[in-house]
């Protein structure tokens, strides 16, 4: 048996062991999120009027008055409601870093060494990657979409019938949210894949050859997951694309360290015998 798998073997439980060390690392996940939601639910006002800035910018590049935003609640709970929607998204985002640790914890004794220094830069990238998706959508798409929105108001004296753009507050936080949701989500995708290919279960050239498919699915999901205006839809499938590549080489400079450090192991198996075998297979 290997130093690993008696790393390993040394490391297992029963299960009721697993259980308890289970309890444990929900309870810090659950216990992170609630402390975060609570602050975040008291900076809750705050927080909307952070993610109001977006439609300030836009309202600025239509050429209206920035200072002149409006948003409306139609029922007495709407608001209420929404900072609480507020509250549960910022707490996630929050407490992520926590509750990926406490998931690491969990599974670590049962990696060997080499997956644990393998899966730790992915768990660091991960919550980089779902950021620079949310700073995307928050300085430039979000702006973006609703300026288009906004383009098709029609006011001014020389019209007779004003038409205004005057989103609930509940509206605008569900579009802005599922945008970030879906960046974030998107810029997942050099994570997912290159563990992956890590774990054997796709390559390089696989990705490559899929390449029109991916292009119709990156389309397709964009429109499932943005509102329904063109101007959203090819902001979030063109980055896809973007990191589809991205991945593409990640995955064949995966495959080159692979090939290099089997071909040293293999080196090094034949150069352990100095005679014999070993110096006829040099």
């Known amino acids: 048996m290997s130093n690993e ?25 659950l216990g992170g999120f609630a402390v975060a939601f609570l602050v975040c639910f ?71 060494r080499n997956e644990r220094a393998a899966f730790r830069p992915f768990l660091i990238a991960s919550p980089i990657l779902f950021l620079l998706g949310g700073a995307m959508v928050y300085f430039f798409f979000t702006p973006m979409v609703m300026w288009f929105f906004l383009s098709m108001q029609q006011v001014g004296p020389g019209n007779e019938i004003q038409i205004s753009l005057l989103p609930r507050v509940s509206e605008y936080l569900g579009l802005i949210m599922t945008l970030i949701f879906s960046f974030g989500l998107v810029f997942q995708l050099p994570v997912v894949t290159s563990l992956m290919t890590r774990v054997g279960m796709i390559t390089a050239e696989g990705l490559a050859s899929k390449r029109k498919y991916a292009i119709v699915i990156a389309f397709v999901a964009a429109a499932i997951l943005t509102p329904p205006d063109p101007i959203s839809q090819i902001g979030l499938a063109a980055p896809t694309l973007v990191l589809y590549e991205v991945s593409i080489w990640l995955a064949r400079r995966i495959e080159r360290q692979r090939l290099a450090l089997e071909a040293k192991k293999a080196a090094e198996d034949g150069e352990a015998p100095s005679t014999g075998e070993g110096a006829a297979a040099e």
Do not use: C
């Open 42 to 112: 008291f900076f809750a006002k705050h927080l909307f009027l952070l993610l109001v800035i977006p439609f300030q910018w836009a309202t600025k590049w239509a050429g209206l008055d920035p200072n002149k935003v409006d948003l409306i609640y139609t029922a007495p709970q709407e608001f209420f409601f929404t900072q609480i929607k507020i509250a549960a998204f910022g707490g996630m985002v929050i407490a992520f870093p926590l509750i990926a640790a406490q998931i690491y914890k969990f599974v670590a004794p049962g990696l060997y």
């Open 5 to 29: 798998e008696d790393e390993i073997e040394k490391s297992s439980a029963p299960l009721i062991e697993h259980l308890i060390e289970l309890r444990k690392r929900l309870m810090w996940s």
